[in-house]
């Protein structure tokens, strides 16, 4: 589905090959099917679809949708997907989404949202975290209109090698969406959503599996009394020197150090966090080193629910 940018020069260019934002794509067959090129972009566009439709604009928004999220000034439009799950009409789920570039920053971008959607009622939404071991070119947030529509927004946005801003937008309502603005309201979630955004510092990079691009968040879970993420880094730096550029992340975000542990090959931070109702809990940050690469570290992030 974040593909989607790329497979829309299939019905502008054929096979041929051709400049992309951020690289080289080479385009191998379908001029001459188009039927065949509908069946794949309905595949990577709605995989599991069973019923319902769906459209796929070249270069525009979807047509007569009166919802459509804003966009900030000087985006240029690459495509969107619109898709109806269920019947009849007025009781289905409508899923967009748009994907454009932007002269703004990732970070910008993100402020853009921010501001524009919470001047608009909306909430920052929690029960859906996409947080953890983020790259500093790619922000995520999510937005939550509880009321009317009853509508979700996701905001990813990646700065690509040219210096723009790649955005995909998704976006749903229906009625079989429920909004969760608050830790109690996130099902499933447990103290997962405690666990913040851990941006990369200069010299770290999350690294990646075989040419696959790396997990936001990478790999990790939660419960009620438990949760952890983790992600693979590779830097030049020693495990102490990165956990002391990640450590004032963790205070920024209101976390108290308690000490700082270092042998040869591994660190790691320990602190203590509160929730919103002042319950405590333990965290800890450790780095150590992988044996499977050269400059490679496997991190992870815990917290822990202090027992009674």
């Given at each position: 589905?974040?593909?989607?940018?790329?497979?829309?020069?299939?019905?502008?260019?054929?096979?041929?090959?051709?400049?992309?934002?951020?690289?080289?794509?080479?385009?191998?067959?379908?001029?001459?099917?188009?039927?065949?090129?509908?069946?794949?972009?309905?595949?990577?566009?709605?995989?599991?679809?069973?019923?319902?439709?769906?459209?796929?604009?070249?270069?525009?928004?979807?047509?007569?949708?009166?919802?459509?999220?804003?966009?900030?000034?000087?985006s240029v439009i690459t495509g969107s997907i619109?898709?109806?799950?269920?019947?009849?009409?007025?009781?289905?789920?409508?899923?967009?989404?748009?994907?454009?570039?932007?002269p703004l920053s990732p970070e910008a971008l993100?402020?853009?949202?921010?501001?524009?959607?919470?001047?608009?009622?909306?909430?920052?939404?929690?029960?859906?975290?996409?947080?953890?071991?983020?790259?500093?070119?790619?922000?995520?947030?999510?937005?939550?209109?509880?009321?009317?529509?009853?509508?979700?927004?996701?905001?990813?946005?990646?700065?690509?090698?040219?210096?723009?801003?790649?955005?995909?937008?998704?976006?749903?309502?229906?009625?079989?969406?429920?909004?969760?603005?608050?830790?109690?309201?996130?099902?499933?979630?447990?103290?997962?959503?405690?666990?913040?955004?851990?941006?990369?510092?200069?010299?770290?990079?999350?690294?990646?599996?075989?040419?696959?691009?790396?997990?936001?968040?990478?790999?990790?879970?939660?419960?009620?009394?438990?949760?952890?993420?983790?992600?693979?880094?590779?830097?030049?730096?020693?495990?102490?020197?990165?956990?002391?550029?990640?450590?004032?992340?963790?205070?920024?975000?209101?976390?108290?150090?308690?000490?700082?542990?270092?042998?040869?090959?591994?660190?790691?931070?320990?602190?203590?966090?509160?929730?919103?109702?002042?319950?405590?809990?333990?965290?800890?940050?450790?780095?150590?080193?992988?044996?499977?690469?050269?400059?490679?570290?496997?991190?992870?992030?815990?917290?822990?629910?202090?027992?009674?």
């Amino acid at each position: 589905m974040k593909r989607f940018c790329l497979m829309l020069v299939f019905l502008l260019v054929g096979a041929v090959p051709v400049m992309a934002q951020g690289g080289d794509v080479e385009i191998i067959g379908g001029e001459n099917d188009p039927d065949a090129l509908r069946e794949m972009l309905s595949y990577m566009a709605a995989p599991g679809m069973v019923d319902g439709s769906i459209k796929i604009y070249v270069g525009s928004l979807p047509e007569g949708d009166s919802r459509n999220v804003p966009l900030p000034d000087d985006s240029v439009i690459t495509g969107s997907i619109q898709s109806k799950y269920g019947y009849p009409p007025d009781n289905g789920v409508l899923f967009t989404q748009v994907y454009y570039s932007s002269p703004l920053s990732p970070e910008a971008l993100i402020a853009f949202y921010e501001d524009t959607m919470t001047a608009q009622n909306w909430s920052i939404d929690v029960g859906r975290p996409g947080f953890g071991f983020v790259s500093r070119t790619t922000l995520n947030q999510q937005f939550c209109q509880p009321d009317g529509d009853r509508m979700f927004l996701d905001v990813t946005a990646s700065q690509d090698s040219a210096g723009q801003t790649r955005v995909s937008l998704q976006y749903t309502w229906g009625n079989a969406f429920e909004c969760a603005t608050n830790v109690a309201e996130a099902a499933g979630q447990g103290i997962y959503v405690l666990i913040p955004s851990l941006e990369t510092p200069e010299g770290v990079t999350i690294a990646t599996s075989h040419n696959e691009p790396p997990l936001q968040g990478g790999g990790g879970g939660g419960g009620s009394n438990f949760a952890n993420v983790s992600a693979f880094l590779r830097s030049a730096l020693n495990a102490d020197e990165i956990i002391a550029l990640y450590n004032p992340q963790l205070e920024a975000q209101g976390w108290t150090l308690v000490e700082n542990l270092t042998i040869p090959g591994m660190a790691s931070s320990n602190w203590t966090l509160y929730d919103e109702d002042g319950n405590i809990f333990g965290g800890m940050l450790t780095l150590k080193s992988s044996p499977v690469g050269e400059d490679l570290y496997y991190a992870e992030l815990v917290i822990q629910r202090k027992p009674k």
